[in-house]
């Protein structure tokens, strides 16, 4: 709706504004997703310009320090290729491949489910290791380094897709919870409620 989108529009620009130390991710529009898309393959989509700005930030300062300090640091995960890991993990499990007995669809499920365990504790790392990169690289022009950066994530017109709002919802709790996450969502709630109801329900007759 209008005012969901007017809404949205709003928190985008004021929080853009208001610090240059936080972070704000395009605006998130449900209906533009492709059906069979998961919605946090999109995020994470929307992340490697970031991503790549950061790791080339990390680097030069990296080359700047003191030998001892670099040595240390080396041997951690780079941000680059963590987020090449959740990636990896994202799009594997939307692979289709159904085993032709019983056994091998034991399998399969039980190769999706330690993949989905998988994910949802690298996107944690992620989240930190990202936080961290943006407190070093912005932190870094600013005087008061003690201040947390946050990131925005902003939902828009979730109503406009029902379907797919009961998909981002189970996204936010599985790998969006993070202290330095803010989720804004804008949905006409009785679409939303109704659509999460008749899911319910179809689920309790299986």
């Not at 803010?182 to 309790?204: G, K, N, P, Q, W």
């Amino acid at each position: 709706t209008p005012s969901n989108s007017s809404a949205a529009s709003d928190v985008y620009k004021r929080q853009e504004e208001d610090s240059v130390n936080n972070i704000v991710l395009p605006i998130v529009m449900p209906e533009v997703i492709p059906e069979h898309g998961e919605t946090l393959g999109w995020i994470l989509a929307s992340l490697e310009e970031l991503v790549k700005k950061l790791s080339d930030a990390l680097e030069v300062q990296e080359k700047n320090r003191d030998n001892f300090f670099h040595e240390c640091k080396r041997q951690k995960v780079s941000l680059a290729d963590l987020y090449d890991e959740v990636k990896e993990l994202c799009y594997s499990r939307q692979t289709k491949d159904g085993g032709t007995s019983f056994s091998e669809e034991i399998k399969i499920n039980e190769r999706r489910n330690q993949s989905g365990y998988e994910l949802s504790k690298k996107m944690a790392e992620f989240w930190m290791q990202l936080v961290e990169a943006v407190k070093i690289v912005k932190h870094r022009k600013e005087k008061d380094d003690q201040k947390e950066p946050l990131i925005y994530l902003i939902f828009d017109d979730v109503d406009l897709n029902p379907e797919k709002a009961l998909e981002i919802c189970s996204t936010i709790i599985k790998y969006l919870s993070h202290p330095n996450l803010i989720i804004f969502m804008t949905a006409d709630e009785e679409s939303v409620s109704y659509t999460h109801l008749r899911a319910h329900e179809t689920s309790a007759h299986l």
